[in-house]
T-cell receptor, first 116, second 117 residues
């Protein structure tokens, strides 16, 4: 059961334009959402997160939007740069019975290509 | 700090052999995770340690898999009697339990790629 879904395997945009990466989830108990970026031969690196009580979080060129009623979030990258070309993973976590978040559940990822 | 280190980076083995991967987490991180990633998939959770205690194991972790974290520092993941279906990238990550609630940000290593012939 895929609880975190990234339905677009790939996305191609021109340098300077906006990249929008989408993610849907099914588990309403998720309370944190994170985006990771992965270059070939490297591990995923953390980009940005958002709490389920927020609808937007911004960090420089990266903004994550959360629509809790639709169980949908998106990552906006503006302006896109060739160095942003990578696989982007959406991940989610929820509190365990002890009240702490620990495990992340990942989507399958979206390959972003930013063309010069 | 050099981040999360994994060794070896790549292991090629024959079916039926045993393999062991090592992970050295960020020193002040008390939480350690193993994930597996296959082609076209996202990382899949395998197991989680808080200090030296293994607190959760995924159903993906068959009896041929065992993970340890002696003394709450480095961790090893051993796969016995490897099968071709075990071929994957094995990722280790660590994090620190935050004093206040917040996103649990995992820091990943570069991974250990296993190829079973």
């Amino acid at each position: 059961d895929q609880q975190v879904k990234q339905n677009s395997p790939s996305l191609s945009v021109q340098e300077g334009r906006i990249s929008i990466l989408n993610c849907d989830y099914t588990n309403s108990m998720f309370d944190y959402f994170l985006w990771y970026k992965k270059y070939p031969a490297e591990g995923p690196t953390f980009l940005i997160s958002i709490s389920s009580i927020k609808d937007k979080n911004e960090d420089g060129r990266f903004t994550v939007f959360l629509n809790k009623s639709a169980k949908h979030l998106s990552l906006h990258i503006v302006p896109s740069q060739p160095g942003d070309s990578a696989v982007y993973f959406c991940a989610a976590s929820r509190q365990n019975s002890g009240g702490s978040n620990y495990k992340l559940t990942f989507g399958k990822g979206t390959l972003l290509t930013v063309n010069p | 700090d050099t981040g999360v280190s994994q060794d070896p980076r790549h292991k090629i083995t024959k079916r039926g052999q045993n393999v062991t991967f090592r992970c050295d987490p960020i020193s002040e991180h008390n939480r350690l995770y193993w994930y597996r990633q296959t082609l076209g998939q996202g990382p899949e959770f395998l197991t989680y340690f808080q200090n030296e205690a293994q607190l959760e194991k995924s159903r993906l972790l068959s009896d041929r898999f065992s993970a340890e974290r002696p003394k709450g520092s480095f961790s090893t993941l051993e796969i016995q009697r490897t099968e071709q279906g075990d071929s994957a990238m094995y990722l280790c990550a660590s994090s620190v339990l935050a004093e206040h609630s917040g996103a649990n940000v995992l820091t990943f290593g570069a991974g250990s790629r296993l190829t079973v012939l």
